[in-house]
C-alpha cells in the first residue's frame, strides 16, 4: 500500500508482473507530487516510463533520484505517488470496450536524518489525540505522515463516509465522529501495509486521550 524510500538510497526497484497467461500489456508507470502533478523531471523519476510485458512475466521499474531531491525538506518525509497503468493490446472483436487498470501506491521519501532502523516502528506515541466538540483531534508532532486507518468498537467502523485520514508531518487535524465512547480502538497503517491497533481512553472530563497498544 506504501512505498517507503530512504534518503541514503539513490534508487530502488519496484516489481510488477503480467498475470494474463496470453497477451502482452503495456506497463506506464509516473510519479506525481503531493498536490497530485505530473512529474516531468523529478525529484524522483520512474524508468522505463513505459515497457512492453509478455504474458506471465515479470519486470522492474526503477525509482531514482534527480538533483532536485536536494530541495526536500531535510527535517519530514515528503509526499509523492506512483502510479502503473496497464495499456492492454487492441482487441480483434467488433463493439468490444477494454478497460485499462491504475494502480496509485504513496510514496514516501525519509531523508537519511529520519530514517527509522529495520523493524522499528512509527512513534505512534508521539501523536497526541484529545477530544472536541467537533470530533477526535490529533496534533502530529512527528516528522512522518500517519495514515489512521481505523477508529471504532469491535471491528465496527465510526469513520463513517471515509476510510483512512493521513496526518502530514507537524500538523493538526480534527476528524468528524460523532458519539465518541469513552473507549475504543484506534489503528494506524505501518511501513508494512499492516494495521497497528491502539486502545484509547478519553472521555468529556478527560479530553486528552490515554492510547495503549492492543
Not at 468498537?153 to 465518541?180: A, Y
Amino acid at each position: 500500500t506504501r512505498i517507503i524510500f530512504d534518503g541514503n538510497q539513490s534508487s530502488i526497484n519496484i516489481t510488477i508482473r503480467n498475470d494474463n497467461p496470453e497477451l502482452p500489456y503495456l506497463a506506464q508507470s509516473w510519479l506525481e507530487n503531493a498536490s497530485e502533478q505530473k512529474l516531468e523531471t523529478g525529484p524522483i523519476i520512474a524508468t522505463p516510463p513505459i515497457q512492453r510485458m509478455e504474458p506471465k512475466s515479470t519486470s522492474l521499474v526503477r525509482l531514482s533520484t534527480a538533483p532536485d531531491v536536494a530541495k526536500l525538506p531535510q527535517d519530514r518525509e515528503s509526499l509523492f505517488y506512483y502510479n502503473v497503468r496497464e495499456i492492454p493490446p487492441r482487441s480483434e472483436g467488433q463493439n468490444v470496450v477494454q478497460m485499462a487498470m491504475q494502480s496509485r501506491l504513496k510514496l514516501f521519501w525519509r531523508p537519511k536524518a529520519i530514517r527509522l532502523n529495520t523493524g522499528q516502528s512509527l512513534p505512534w506515541k508521539s501523536i497526541k489525540l484529545s477530544r472536541t466538540e467537533n470530533g477526535l483531534h490529533f496534533m502530529n508532532s512527528t516528522p512522518y505522515h500517519m495514515t489512521i486507518g481505523y477508529v471504532g468498537i469491535d471491528g465496527k467502523t465510526l469513520l463513517k463516509g471515509t476510510t483512512s485520514l493521513m496526518l502530514v508531518p507537524f500538523s493538526e487535524q480534527t476528524l468528524p465522529v460523532k458519539d465518541l465512547p469513552s473507549q475504543f480502538q484506534i489503528g494506524y497503517i505501518g511501513d508494512f501495509g499492516g494495521l497497528n491497533l491502539y486502545k484509547v481512553s478519553c472521555n468529556t472530563v478527560q479530553r486528552e486521550c490515554d492510547s495503549q497498544p492492543v
